[in-house]
C-alpha cells in the first residue's frame, strides 16, 4: 500500500501555506470573465478575481479540469514516488460541479501505474479544505489508507458548513441552487443560511430577513451539534474580511475552539456564491 | 304551564333576530372601538346571521331541534370575524341542547341560551369581558324566577342583555375610553331584540325581509368578492375560445387518416384544455378550450366533414359576467351555471407535502404571497374578512398533506381556525394578525423540515415582526391620548395608534420613528393602491438619514384603505 498522497482541487480554498505544509496538490479549476479563462488560483489571484468581475457586466463561468490534467498529476505524484503510493483525491460535491467526474475518469486510466481513490466530499469551499488539510496532516505522520479513509468518513459525516450570501444572484445564475431554487419565486430580499445536504446539494438551512438573526441561526446550530467538543473552525469568505470576522465571533464564541483558520473563498466557489459571501464550517477535533 | 315553543316559531325569532340586526348593522359598525376604515363588526355578523337564515329557510322544518340545528349549521360556515364566529359559538351551544327537541319549554330555552354560552366561551381561547361573550353570558344568567310564558323570559333576557350591554365599558378600558359600548355585544342584542318581538307577537314595522335593505350592499361586496375568487382574471384565460365541432367522418379521408379516438385526442390536446373527445361509428364531437380554434377545425376536417361548428370567446364572457357581477348581487345561481363553471373539472395532480392558504387584499400583496409558495390567497382582510366557508374552500382547492393557513389579520384567526376544526384535512392555523406577520411566517417555513418544527419556525417568525400600518380616521375621536379628526392620518404599530395628522409622510415618519429601535436591520414599506413613489421617497430618506445600518425595501401591496403597511424586523 505504502504511503498515502492527497490530491484536492481549488474549491478546496486551502490556503497556500497549508497546502505546501502537508503537502497537498492542488488541482485546478478554470474561471472564465468575458473573454479571459483564468486557472483559479494558479494565474489568478482572489483579490484579481474579485476586482474583474465587478468591473465585469458578465458573471463569470466556471468549468471542471478535465480528466487529462488529472491523469498528469496522478502521473506526476506516482513516478515522484520512489516508494508504491495511494492517492486520495479528495473533490467538490459532485452535484455542483463535474471535478468529480473528470478524477474518476482520470483514476481509471491511472489505474495500471497508481491506484487513485477518488472520493466525493459532497461539500464545497474551505468545508472540503478543513477536512482536507486534516487527512493530509495524518497522512505525513505516515497513518495508511485504511486510517485516513476511515478518518475521512467521520470528519465528512461531522463536519458542517454555514454559508451566508450576500445575494442569491450568483447561484441561481450559475445554477448551484439545488434544493434552494424554491427562494426565487419571492421579491422580498430573503438572505438564507444556506447549508450543504448530504447528497451534496445547496439547500436553504434556515430562511429569514435580516443578518442578525441569521447569524442566531447558525449560532443556535453549531451549539446544539457540537457543545462542549472540541472543534477545528474554518472560516471562508468572499473578499469580506471583516463579515468573516463578525461571523467568527458571533457563531463560535461559545464553543471549544482548538484552531481557527481564515480563508479566502476562490475564483470558482466565488463565482457561484459571490462577492460578500461568508461561511463558517464546524469540525470536530478528536 | 306556558305554550312551548315550536320549529316554525323558532325559525321566526331567528329571522326577526337577524331582521333587527340587518336595520342596525351600521349603528353597530360605528361602535367598532379603532376609527380604521374596517369597522365592521355588524357587518359581519350580520352575513353570518343571514348564513344561518338561509339554511333554516332551506330546511324548512318544523322540528325545533331541527331548526337550531340548521341555524349554527349556517352560521358555522358563514361565520366572520370574531364577532360572528362567537355568534356561531353560542348558537352551536344551544343547537346541541335542543337538538332532540321538537318544541321548546321555557326551560328547554333557559338551558340552551347557558350551553351557547359555554360552548362560546371554550371556543374562544382568551375570552376577554366587556365583549359579545359577557353580554351572553350575562343575559343568559339564571335568576331562579318563574316564567309565564317563554315572551316573559325572553323579555328578561333582553333586559340583562341590555344592563351588561351598558356595563361594557367599565370592563373594557378602550371602550370606557372612546365612550362606546362594545359592537358584538350590541349586535347580540339586537338580535335578541327580534326574537322578542316574534313571542311577544309584536313583529316591528320593518318586518323581517329575507333581504334587508342594509345588508344588500354588503352581500352585493360578499358576493363579488366571492366570484372574484373563484374566477380568473380576464387577462388570465389561456385558451380564449371554446369550440365545439362536430365532424361526420368520410370514407375516403378515413383511408388517409385512419381514425383513432386516442390518437386524436392526442392530437387535439396540444391545441389546448377542458378537451372532450366522443365518438361513435359515424361521428366524433369536440370540445376545447383552444387559443386556435383554426387548428382544431383543420385537425378534425382530416377525418370528415364539419356538420356543426360553435365557437365561443370565452374572454367577451368573462368580461361581461363580470360586470354583471359587479351591478346585481342575485347573479349567483347565473354564474355557478356559466360555461366555464361546467367544464372546471379539478386538475388531479399530485399531493405535495405542505400546502398555504393566506388572506390578504391588493395584488401586490397577492404576488408577494404567491412568489413565497402560497397556493390560495383569499381576498380579504380589513375590509371584508373571509367567512369560515370562504376559507373552507380554499383550503379545498390546495393538494397537499398538511395545510398551513395564515388569516393576517386578528379578526380573521377565529374563522380560521374553525374552518382548519371543520375541514377533514391536516390544517394548522399560524394565527398570523398583519401581512407583515404572514410574510415573515412564510419566509420561516422550510420545505424540508417536519411539520411540527415548521409550525414552531412559523409562529416563532410572526413573533418577530413589526407591524405599522397608516390608515385614516373615518371619524372624530380620542383615543390613547390623542385627538384625532375624520380624515386624519394615523400610524398605528400593532394596536396602538402612536401617530396622527393631515400628512402622510409625516405621519409614516413618526410611526417609523416609534417602531425602529437599535435591533431593527429591515424596514419593509408596501404601498397601497393610492400612494404615490413620492412619498415612498421621503419615507426612505427618512430612514436612510436617521436610521444607519437599516435597510429599506419598499413594494407596491396595492391594498385599498391602508397608505402603507409596514414590516419592522
Known sequence: MGRVKIVTDSTADIPKDLVKKYDITVVPLKVAIGNETFQDGVNLTTEAFYQKIESSEELPSTSQPTPYEFETVYRRIAENEADEVTILSIHLSSQLSGTMQSATLAAEEVKDAVHVDVVDSKRASYAIGIIVVEIAKLAQDGADVKACKERLNTLLEETKVYFLVNTLEYLQKNGRIGKASALFGTLLKVKPVLSLSEDGQVYPYFKARGRKKALAAIREAVNEQYGSKPVHIGICHANALESGEELLEKTTSSLQVESTTITEIGAVIGSHVGPESVAVTVMPAK | ?569
Not at chain 2, 330546511?59 to 340548521?70: I, L, M
Not at chain 2, 330555552?109 to 347557558?114: H, I, K, N, P
Not at chain 2, 359576467?321 to 363553471?341: G, N
Not at chain 2, 420613528?513 to 404615490?532: A, H, K, P, S, Y
Open chain 2, 1 to 569: 304551564m306556558s305554550e312551548a315553543v315550536e320549529g316554525k316559531k323558532l325559525a321566526s325569532m331567528f329571522e326577526q333576530g337577524a331582521a333587527i340586526l340587518a336595520k342596525n348593522v351600521k349603528t353597530v359598525d360605528a361602535l367598532n372601538v379603532f376609527p380604521v376604515p374596517d369597522g365592521d363588526t355588524g357587518t359581519n355578523m350580520n352575513l353570518t346571521i343571514q348564513s344561518g337564515i338561509k339554511e333554516v329557510q332551506s330546511a324548512a322544518d318544523n322540528h325545533a331541534g331541527k331548526v337550531a340545528k340548521s341555524f349554527s349549521k349556517g352560521l358555522l360556515m358563514g361565520a366572520r370575524g370574531n364577532s360572528g364566529v362567537i355568534l356561531s359559538q353560542l348558537f352551536r351551544g344551544f343547537a346541541k341542547a335542543v337538538e332532540k327537541k321538537e318544541t321548546l319549554s321555557v326551560r328547554d330555552l333557559e338551558q340552551a341560551l347557558e350551553e351557547g354560552v359555554t360552548t362560546a366561551y371554550k371556543a374562544v381561547m382568551k375570552p376577554v369581558e366587556g365583549t359579545i361573550l359577557t353580554v351572553a353570558k350575562d343575559a343568559a344568567e339564571n335568576d331562579q324566577s318563574e316564567h309565564s310564558s317563554a315572551a316573559a323570559w325572553m323579555s328578561s333576557v333582553v333586559k340583562k342583555a341590555e344592563a351588561s350591554l351598558e356595563k361594557t365599558p367599565e370592563l373594557l378600558p378602550v371602550l370606557k375610553e372612546v365612550g362606546v359600548v362594545d359592537s358584538g355585544g350590541q349586535g347580540l342584542v339586537y338580535i335578541y331584540h327580534g326574537m322578542l318581538e316574534v313571542l311577544e307577537g309584536n313583529i316591528s314595522k320593518e318586518k323581517a325581509q329575507s333581504q334587508p335593505a342594509p345588508s344588500l350592499d354588503d352581500l352585493v361586496k360578499v358576493e363579488h368578492h366571492q366570484n372574484a375568487q373563484s374566477h380568473i382574471s380576464t387577462e388570465d384565460i389561456e385558451f380564449g375560445y371554446c369550440t365545439e365541432v362536430m365532424v361526420s367522418f368520410d370514407e375516403d379521408k378515413l383511408k388517409q387518416h385512419h381514425f383513432d379516438e386516442t390518437t386524436f385526442r392526442n392530437e387535439l390536446a396540444k391545441f389546448g384544455d377542458s378537451l372532450l373527445v366522443v365518438s361513435d361509428e359515424d361521428l366524433v364531437k369536440i370540445h376545447i378550450h383552444a387559443e386556435y380554434p383554426g387548428d382544431v377545425l383543420t385537425t378534425s376536417q382530416k377525418y370528415g366533414s364539419l356538420v356543426h361548428v360553435k365557437i365561443d370567446n370565452m374572454r367577451e364572457q368573462h368580461r361581461a359576467l363580470q360586470q354583471e357581477e359587479q351591478t346585481s348581487a342575485s347573479h349567483e345561481e347565473q354564474t355557478s351555471a356559466s360555461h366555464e363553471e361546467q367544464h372546471e373539472a379539478p386538475a388531479p395532480n399530485d399531493e405535495a407535502q405542505y400546502g398555504f392558504v393566506t388572506v390578504s387584499m391588493g395584488e401586490g400583496i397577492k404576488a408577494l404571497f404567491k412568489g413565497l409558495g402560497a397556493n390560495e390567497v383569499i381576498a380579504g382582510g380589513q375590509t371584508m374578512n373571509p367567512s369560515t366557508e370562504d376559507i373552507m374552500n380554499a383550503i379545498k382547492k390546495v393538494n397537499a398533506e398538511h395545510i398551513f393557513v395564515l388569516p393576517n389579520n386578528g379578526n380573521i384567526v377565529m374563522a380560521a381556525e374553525q374552518a382548519a376544526d371543520v375541514s377533514d384535512k391536516h390544517v394548522e392555523v399560524i394565527p398570523t394578525k398583519s401581512v407583515p406577520e404572514g410574510l415573515s411566517a412564510m419566509i420561516a417555513f422550510h420545505d424540508q423540515a417536519g411539520f411540527e418544527e415548521n409550525k414552531q419556525a412559523m409562529q416563532a417568525a410572526r413573533q418577530e415582526v413589526k407591524t405599522g400600518q397608516v390608515t385614516y380616521a373615518v371619524r372624530d375621536t380620542s383615543i390613547d391620548g390623542m385627538d384625532i379628526a375624520k380624515g386624519d392620518y394615523m400610524g398605528i404599530w400593532d394596536k396602538d395608534i402612536v401617530a396622527s395628522g393631515k400628512n402622510v409622510e409625516e405621519v409614516t415618519t413618526q410611526l417609523l420613528e416609534n417602531m425602529v429601535d437599535e435591533t431593527t436591520e429591515i424596514v419593509t414599506l408596501i404601498r397601497g393602491e393610492n400612494g404615490q413613489t413620492s412619498t415612498d421617497n421621503v419615507i426612505v430618506n427618512y430612514v436612510e438619514k436617521n436610521f444607519e445600518d437599516v435597510e429599506v425595501e419598499v413594494h407596491e401591496g396595492g391594498q385599498p384603505l391602508y397608505s402603507y403597511i409596514i414590516a419592522v424586523e
